[in-house]
């Protein structure tokens, strides 16, 4: 897996979500989630 950075509340991938898997973004959208209800 590719090592994603969580900026302004944005996920900033190393490389395109297709490039990494096809089930990635639904696993980026859960921990954006996550994140922003931590804030």
């Given at each position: 897996?590719?090592?994603?950075?969580?900026?302004?509340?944005?996920?900033?991938?190393?490389?395109?979500?297709?490039?990494?898997?096809?089930?990635?973004?639904?696993?980026?959208?859960?921990?954006g989630e996550l994140s922003s209800g931590d804030s």
């Open positions: 897996m590719n090592v994603i950075y969580l900026k302004n509340d944005e996920l900033i991938l190393t490389k395109p979500v297709a490039m990494v898997s096809p089930s990635g973004p639904e696993e980026y959208v859960e921990l």
